[in-house]
């Protein structure tokens, strides 16, 4: 059974960071790709990092390029979004995405969010 639990999401000044981690398990992490989406309320949902390859390239919203890094640790299952300087703006709920590697190819999964406060 595929989990994707996102953890790290709370309330911070502006201009202070948080680290959000993605616990994964159930499909065969280190040969998926991970993404951060977010979603402010009343807005879409949309991409904020995504790993683009197997060769560690990465993409990212321009609204957060300079700010905020996905990485991961493949001995963990788990994939970081280290955010930097935050601003009012970056608040949303922020979620996991995986496009996973499962015995039947490649499956899009989605963990359940945890959500990020940017405020004074």
């Known amino acids: 059974q595929v989990q994707l639990v996102e953890s790290g999401g709370g309330a911070v000044q502006p201009g202070g960071s948080l680290r959000l981690s993605c616990a994964a398990s159930?499909?065969?992490?280190?040969?998926?790709?991970m993404s951060w989406y977010r979603q402010a309320p009343g807005k879409e949902r949309e991409l904020v990092a995504a790993?683009?390859?197997?060769?560690?390239?990465?993409n990212y919203a321009d609204s957060v390029k300079g700010r905020f890094t996905i990485s991961r640790e493949n001995a963990k299952n788990t994939v970081y979004l280290q955010m930097n300087s935050l601003k009012p703006e970056d608040t949303a709920v922020y979620y996991c995405?995986?496009?996973?590697?499962?015995?039947?190819?490649?499956?899009?999964?989605w963990g359940k969010g945890t959500p990020v406060t940017v405020s004074s």
């Open positions: 159930g499909f065969t992490f280190s040969l998926s790709f």
């Open positions: 790993e683009q390859s197997t060769d560690g390239s990465t």
């Open positions: 995405y995986a496009r996973a590697r499962t015995i039947n190819g490649y499956r899009p999964y």
